[in-house]
């Protein structure tokens, strides 16, 4: 069957034609378990602030603040401002965030409700019908 998060994986791919910084992946670790990782170097947790509002998942990031004057001879990581939104599937929720070694980890999981879920309905055995004739 065709897996409703795939649309996250659309969304990322459409987004690839747009600004692609901050780099980021997204992997499956289990049936229904998903992680979201931004490389968010520079960043700090203060820094970064992640929201769902109607399955949609932002994550902005303010620049850091500078300390001091500071004189690159070449600036290669970038500091800029950014903001990331990705559609999530339907019953796709938010469980955490981590940020680790310039790594934000957003942890994704798949809960469907008991009502949508497929139930399996037994078959008992039925004693033999049986046909009344009419006579005439």
Known sequence: GFDRMARLVETARAASEGPAYPPYNIERTAEDSYVLTMAVAGFGSGDLDIS?????????GRAPTAEGERRFLHRGIAGRAFERRFVLADHIEVTGADLEHGLLHVTLKRV?????????????????????????
């Open 52 to 60: 769902v509002q109607d399955n949609v998942l932002a994550v902005i």
């Open 112 to 136: 469907v409700p008991e009502a949508l879920k497929p139930r399996r309905i037994a078959i008992g055995g039925a004693a033999p019908r049986v046909i009344e004739s009419q006579a005439a």
